[in-house]
């Protein structure tokens, strides 16, 4: 191997003789050099996948569970859309779908019983009191 070292003086300093520092640095530079792996070098890339978003419907679900409760709907759904949530947390997105899945079909059925059943709670009223007048 053919190491060759330079030394560089400033015209200032060509008197005196390098300082330990500088003859360090050298050595490492002569020493290390040019890479002696020919071989190109390669490279690993990793292609992480973005997590894709599986809605869960749990904020639908405990409104349905809250306020238009129609045959427990409301909480069966809010049952699976946790479950789907937990699927989710664990990285089964096909359970997580499945559960989701079932949770809005039942929120939307909750939704519109729901819907039904209140507006048959004002109308029927409405529609007694006018009978009886």
Known sequence: MNHTVQTFFSPASTDRPPNYEMLKEEHKVATLGAPHNPAPSTSTVIHIRSKTSVPDHVVWSLFNTLFMNSCCLGFIAFAYSVKSRDRKMVG???????????????????????IIMTILLIIIPILILQAYQ
């Open 92 to 114: 089964d997105l096909t359970g997580a779908q499945a559960y989701a899945s079932t949770a809005k079909c039942l929120n939307i059925w909750a939704l519109i019983l729901g």
